[in-house]
């Protein structure tokens, strides 16, 4: 049923994996893309073991991202998730992947962007706020 999409972009952002209380585990990360004068930040997400595609990867790194799109409905409100199965390191920037799982984030925790809920949303409710965002 669902199409597999490629993208391909620099490393950007890599988060520790996040493991909740079911079990489920999930690791975050982002690829910027060149998009003629604005650059575009992609935000993929890797779940259960495939948390481990992720593992010799390095800020800066050529990558080539195989992903799936997945999306659902929670309240009322819709999201989507862009779900990651396959990563290959194509060289630039970083280092050859050598097929050994590194720290990849270097003891840095994930920016707190990435640690913040959807846009839209208040921080202190959960719920949706003003959207004074143009676009």
Do not use: H
């Amino acid at each position: 049923m669902a199409k597999g999409f490629e993208l391909e972009g620099i490393v950007k952002v890599i988060d520790e994996v996040q493991t909740f209380a079911s079990g489920f585990s999930k690791r975050e990360f982002v690829v910027e893309v060149e998009d003629g004068k604005y650059p575009q930040s992609i935000k993929f997400e890797c779940v259960k073991d495939k948390t481990s595609l992720t593992d010799g990867l390095k800020i800066g790194d050529s990558i080539k991202v195989s992903f799936d799109i997945r999306g659902n409905e929670y309240n009322g409100r819709y999201y989507v998730n862009l779900n990651a199965w396959k990563v290959e390191n194509t060289g630039g920037a970083g280092a050859p992947d050598s097929g050994q799982a590194q720290d990849s984030n270097n003891g840095e925790g994930p920016p707190s962007n990435l640690s913040e809920p959807p846009a839209g949303y208040d921080n202190k409710s959960g719920s949706p706020a003003d959207d004074d965002i143009p676009f």
